[in-house]
């Protein structure tokens, strides 16, 4: 070991020695180095700026996902949106204070998320054996919700045409009512559908659309959000963390702001 460690300082000194000669940079004492890094701070912090009576942003600088708007369907016909939107209508009911899933736009919601990486199934394994599995194990079909939500919606057409001589979205709150409750229990079948699998699903998405951010296009106005007191993405919540069992006064904010605080109110 002693040779070893006699070895070892050899090397060093003469590694030092190399060093010497080939660095051309010169070599800075630890006084000299602390002062040249108090200079580097001194000059970066006399740039920063006093923020006092205004937001230290501007709206959307993040550059949040492109909106969703209400318009032409990206996924469903026309007859597909109108039965989505009255489903949509029937899950979340509007009353007189707060509009339905319909007026809160959770069709659109439904119709973008269908036209992109969600109906498509992007980045799930889409390969067989398909079994299914337990509600604990998500979806576990061969379908994805684009299919489910296509083949549900022809085959719910298909079944009020046959019983009521009209297409879903035409018919009257209870009929509409009676068949949405025979297919979660599932004393309702479809025509060439899952009609369990279809409610299930629907009912998962106009929820999810309910209560996401409306930037998405449900949840318009924030709709659920002052339905139930959430303050949405605000940017600070401190002052409010330790006041237990208080409603929140402020109104909710979406990732796109709110419109009082654009130029224009938009």
Known sequence: MATARRGNRAFAAAFAQYLARVDPMPRLHRRELLGTAACFVVTQSAAGAVISNMLPWQPNEAKPPTPA?????????????KAAEAIADRIIPPD?????????GCAV???NQLAGPYGRREGWYNRPPFKKGLPSQGEQGDKGPAQVWRNGL?????????KYAKPFAQLADRD???????????TVSLPGADGKEFFQQALKDIQTGFFA????????????????GFPGTRYDYRDWVDRHNQRYPLAPVSLQGRADWTEHGS
């Open 176 to 186: 509409k009512d009676q068949l949405l409750h025979g297919l979660e229990d599932g």
């Open 96 to 104: 007189a204070q707060f509009a339905g899933g319909k007026d809160a």
């Open 154 to 162: 022809r085959a719910l057409d298909s079944l009020a045409q046959g």
């Open 213 to 228: 951010d409306p930037i998405y296009g449900g949840n318009k106005d924030m709709v659920s959000w002052r339905m139930i």
């Open 109 to 111: 919601f439904v119709d």
């Open 69 to 81: 708007k209400a318009g032409n369907w990206q996924f469903f016909t026309h007859d597909e949106g």
